[in-house]
């Protein structure tokens, strides 16, 4: 089967619109190929971070994406951090690429230009990305159309590595993420949901209290029209709230609209509502189940234990090829 992995930067807690528009499809992802998902701890300290926040993001981003769906027995999880031959793999690397490249990549670029004393990591954290991905054996890396370049970057360092010291890695390709549902923000319908929001009140996180979350539903931007309708132009309220409703529910957009043919807005945000609620508190009951457990140090601890012997083991070829041996 087919390998294909994913990696996750511990940076809080996430969106409605995360788990619709992309946890959905990694679960679609657990079903047809040998899942690996790793939290990607060592790439979110390129940007300086709070040692206690990111301590319990850590630990709590593995037990929101469990409670959200994604099976442990269908995944390997693990913490990049855990396994100490990432890094290892990541310098042998290095030095087989270039400034140039690493210049090259757009997100080094938009970063390095919002941080005037940006660190050196922020510049050769494509490498450890590229460690990532072809220590792993990956034969696909889910990305979005943005950061594509990244895997580019990842094909091209494993092809002159294979043709610098022979055959040692897996070609990865791109995993284009299909078109997924975009979620927006209830105050802002124009704009994607998104945490870092300056109005909190269009934005639904996961770990929300779910009395805070109807709120939010029930003073949601919409129109003075009062027809339920799908249009995304001239409607984009009611039309993100259907949105949300046929994501949750599995109703096509047309059998929402006869549903509510001739119903107020109050009645409509109400039904929305109950069916983001009636998701949310699933979800959150797994979570707190999940987040201190035995549980999820045993998925990570044997995580860890299988990446670290399939990164030692690349490292060790690595090394013998270079000449790195006594």
Known sequence: MKRVLTGLQPTGVITLGNYIGAIQQMK???EQYDSYMFVADLHSITIAQDPEELRKNIRSLVAIYIACGIDPKKNTMYVQSDIEYVPCVSWLLECNSYYGELSRMTQ????????????????TYPILMTADIIGADANFVPVGVDQKQHVELARDIAIRFNNKYGETFVIPEPLIKKAGTKIMDLQNPTVKMSKSAENKKGVILILDDVNVTRKKIMSATTDSEMS????????????????????????NISDIEKEFEGCNYGTFKSKVADVVVKELEGIQERYNEVKDSQYLTEILDSGAAKMREAFKKKYEIMKDKIGLVR
């Open 28 to 30: 679609e992802y657990q």
């Open 108 to 123: 080094f670029k938009d970063k390095s230009a919002k941080h005037a004393n940006f660190t050196s990591g922020l510049l």
């Open 228 to 251: 339920i309708k799908f249009d995304p132009e001239n409607k984009p309220g009611i039309s993100n709230l259907i949105n949300i409703y046929s994501s949750l529910t599995g109703l």
